[in-house]
């Protein structure tokens, strides 16, 4: 585990382990952040991928572009594509919509969120 020091790298799996604590809840706080714990903690996982395979990821550069790099070149996972930013959507309405859509469940949709975490990570390490 990451203790924010400089000399220590930050492991963004500690991510969805607090995302693992928070889907116990039922309240609806608890249940959008695991949706955006376990969604980051899989983006700045393929970030630090991409990067290792020598990717320049710019400042800029937003999630789509992220994830589309993984379509292509050294590091290339493009089964996670269109997973990534399936998942970036369903993170975006849990952090932003006030009111979620209809047939929104989001205990259901917290504990799969969780499950495609897990996979996508798997799926990376391969």
């Given at each position: 585990m990451s203790t924010?020091?400089?000399a220590t790298l930050f492991?963004?799996?500690d991510q969805l382990t607090l995302a693992k604590?928070?889907?116990q809840?039922?309240?609806e706080s608890a249940l959008?952040?695991?949706i955006y714990l376990a969604y980051y903690?899989?983006?700045n996982t393929v970030v630090g991928h991409l990067l290792s395979?020598?990717?320049t990821i710019g400042k800029e550069s937003t999630h789509w572009t992220v994830w589309g790099l993984l379509n292509h070149g050294k590091g290339?996972?493009?089964?996670l594509v269109h997973r990534g930013r399936a998942f970036r959507d369903l993170r975006n309405k849990a952090s932003y919509d006030l009111d979620l859509p209809k047939g929104f469940d989001l205990k259901r949709d917290a504990q799969q969120a969780l499950k495609s975490a897990e996979a996508m990570l798997s799926e990376l390490k391969r």
């Open positions: 924010g020091s400089k492991e963004w799996i604590e928070l889907v809840r039922d309240d959008r952040t695991v903690a899989v983006y395979h020598g990717a290339a996972k493009p089964k």
